[in-house]
């Protein structure tokens, strides 16, 4: 998944899409997805740190992180539509 | 190195410009207990979902709409409304408190007495009083709210049969500006039907026409209306003391007083923009009091109320069992609890609270319950933390009709615990059992075997 080069990221989970003018809160554990999206983070790498940093489990995280891309994908966050980079 | 916290990821579109000025209400304020108890402890011991009774809160209520009342009328006697919530222990602690019984079935009837309620302290309202109930009523000389003529030409025959004179008041309906008119139940006031009751009774002489009562709707937000029906019913009652030169013994005002629900569609929270007992009261009472009656000739006063005394006091409680994600992008969350136990959810937007902490991050949802059924929903827009699997919630103020109105339907009905003044949950009534069900289902041999 990619994310837009021009989506603006801030600190506090500030999400703005110069382009549509849409604007968006994230919360810490989406902003930390959201960055490392940007960063062009594999999904593996991405959910490897939530699990290490988070007490959950692989379910939870596999579960929330393909929910959490879809709403990105939905609003419009990604680029090339939501297609996988590989 | 210990792991932090974790919470679902959420986006959340910010929009410019609300649905009301007062904007969308966010509901991230946990209650981890009730009454000092814990809500997880509730759930473990008890199971899930459960409903939670707070005694504290009934007994508060009460005080609370009788100080109302009895600071404006000097004679004031409150009848538990057994169908709001007959629980026995729930109705006990409203007889403790001092209130008479009020039903509308012989079953509920036979509870009341069971419960240790004096025969001449339990008022028999309802349109459907069957031979043998008006019978054990009228030996128990308890007091018989007459609603229509059928009802008073058979209890005027049983009066004859059993040589003794019941005790009876006749159900008024009329418009108080209030509507539709709740004219189905009683005689109406403006076309003569009360007055032609009235006469018969007293003419006939077979019966003791000791009251008046009324019941102008139910959870009514305008406590003028009140005031016109008290105006109503003094004017009936002195009325009879001037043609037949007797006195009424009491006025019955019946119920119906909104509790601290918000109604669907409501543009305000109903625990602000709902009358309070004060204001129902004082409509009541000085409709009584200015309409003519002298001190010494003041009708008792009787309140039925049901709802606004018992719905605060009640939780439900219950577990997520699932999140998905609707075709349109909404959230939706699945819980153990569906209409099937909470009824009231299809009139009211409930207020429900997370049982566990979270950070403030928010996120729009749909509540739905466990049925196989599309109508099953609790709130179609609510506004929750990121609420997991197994996480815990409370449903406020579902003391009221929830737990007379539920239905065993796919699944079983709950657990209901009272905790007391001391802090201390007791189970009063069990979760059901498959075997409770089928103990009343009677299988024909034939129907025994079958080859599949």
């Known amino acids: ?86 | 190195m210990k792991k932090l916290q974790y919470e679902r990821p959420l986006i959340q579109r910010l929009n410019a410009g609300l649905m009301n000025k007062f904007g969308m209400r966010t509901e991230y304020t946990p209650l981890t207990h009730i009454d000092d108890v814990s809500v997880v402890k509730l759930l473990e011991d008890f199971g899930s979902p459960l409903f939670a009774i707070s005694e504290r809160t009934i007994r508060q209520t009460y005080r609370e709409a009788t100080r109302a009342f009895k600071t404006r009328y000097p004679k004031v006697q409150f009848a538990w409304s057994y169908k709001t919530n007959y629980i026995n222990a729930v109705c006990n602690v409203f007889h403790q408190e001092g209130s008479w019984g009020e039903v509308v079935s012989g079953f509920e009837y036979q509870k009341a007495i069971n419960n240790g309620v004096p025969g001449n302290k339990v008022i028999f309202n309802g349109p459907d009083k069957t031979d043998e109930e008006l019978k054990m009523a009228v030996r128990n000389n308890s007091p018989i709210h007459i609603d229509h003529l059928d009802e008073l030409y058979r209890l005027t025959e049983i009066a004859e049969e059993l040589k003794l004179r019941p005790r009876v008041a006749i159900r008024v309906n009329m418009d108080t500006g209030i509507y539709p008119i709740w004219d189905r139940f009683g005689f109406n006031y403006e076309n003569g039907q009360a007055w032609d009751a009235i006469n018969k009774i007293i003419l006939t002489d077979k019966l003791e026409l000791v009251g008046l009562h009324c019941h102008i709707g139910t959870f009514m937000l305008s406590p003028s209306a009140y005031g016109i029906a008290a105006s109503k019913i003094s004017d009936l009652a002195l009325g009879i003391r001037k043609k037949y030169k007797r006195n009424i013994e009491y006025i019955d005002m019946g119920g119906g007083f909104a509790s601290k629900n918000t109604l669907k569609g409501s543009y305000l929270q109903g625990v602000d923009a709902n009358p309070n007992f004060d204001q129902f009261a004082e409509a009541i009472c000085a409709a009584i009091l200015n309409s003519g009656f002298g001190t010494d000739e003041l009708p008792l006063l009787i309140l039925e109320t049901g709802r606004a005394l018992i719905d605060e006091a009640g939780y439900l409680l219950g577990t997520v069992i699932s999140n998905k994600r609707l075709s349109d992008g909404r959230r939706a969350t699945i819980l153990d609890f569906g209409v099937n136990v909470m009824f009231t959810s299809f009139w009211y937007d409930h207020k429900i609270s997370p049982a566990q902490e979270f950070s403030n991050y928010t996120e729009d949802c749909v509540l739905y319950g466990p049925l196989c059924m599309n109508i099953d929903v609790i709130r179609e827009n609510v506004t929750l933390p990121p609420l997991k699997k197994d996480d815990h919630v409370v449903v406020h103020n579902v003391g009221a009709y929830n737990m007379t109105q539920w239905m065993q339907f796919i699944s079983l009905r709950p657990a209901v615990v009272m905790i007391d003044m001391e802090h201390q949950p007791h189970l009063i009534r069990k979760r059901e059992t498959l075997s409770s069900i089928e103990s009343s289902e009677v299988k024909p041999d034939y129907l025994a075997k079958f080859k599949l």
Do not use: W
């Open chain 1, 1 to 86: 998944m990619i994310i837009k080069k021009n989506i603006a990221l801030s600190d506090t989970g500030f999400v703005f899409n110069p382009s549509t003018g849409d604007s968006f809160s994230v919360n810490p554990i989406g902003l930390e997805i959201l960055k490392m999206l940007k960063e062009n983070k594999p999904e593996e790498e991405i959910k490897k740190h939530l699990l290490g940093k988070y007490a959950t489990d692989r379910d939870t995280v596999e579960k929330d992180y393909y929910d959490f891309t879809k709403m990105l994908e939905q609003v419009k966050l990604t680029d090339t539509d939501g297609k996988e980079k590989d």
